[in-house]
């Protein structure tokens, strides 16, 4: 991919991940904590019972965290396939004997649509990360 296309949707994905920690997941790192730290005060439990307890503490963020990963994977994956599919036909293009110049031209155009179409995706992939993350800190 283009560095400048590149930069681009690193750019917006960077400001979408900062606003998730920022507004989402540095709130449930806090509840996690508070929680992990009630579960130490218990002068009565087991090792393993107060474990189990931090465990407990610690799932919804790890969840969190296994979603934003997840949709993130997702996101690279359409934005590759989309790319792979510009170097196909470019590719193609060659085979077919056309101008190298003409090719790149094409190849740029193919590949700033695929970045195009993807930012343009960001906005509700953050609105349903953001819906997920409410409805795991319930």
Do not use: W, Y
């Not at 009630?38 to 019972?49: L, Y």
């Not at 590759?80 to 599919?85: D, W």
């Amino acid at each position: 991919m283009a560095d400048v296309q590149q930069l681009r949707v690193q750019e917006a994905v960077d400001t979408m991940v900062k606003s998730l920690e920022r507004e989402n997941i540095r709130k449930m790192q806090g509840l996690m904590f508070r929680c992990s730290a009630g579960c130490c005060e218990d002068s009565q439990a087991s090792m393993q019972q107060v474990h189990q307890c931090i465990e407990r503490c610690h799932a919804p963020l790890a969840q969190a965290q296994a979603l934003v990963t997840s949709e993130l994977e997702k996101f690279q994956d359409r934005l590759a396939r989309c790319t792979m599919h510009c170097n196909d036909k470019a590719k193609d293009s060659i085979d077919a004997g056309s101008k190298e110049s003409q090719v790149k031209r094409q190849l740029e155009s193919c590949v700033t649509k695929c970045v195009d179409d993807h930012m343009n995706l960001i906005p509700t992939m953050t609105k349903k990360m953001k819906e997920s993350l409410a409805s795991i800190q319930k």
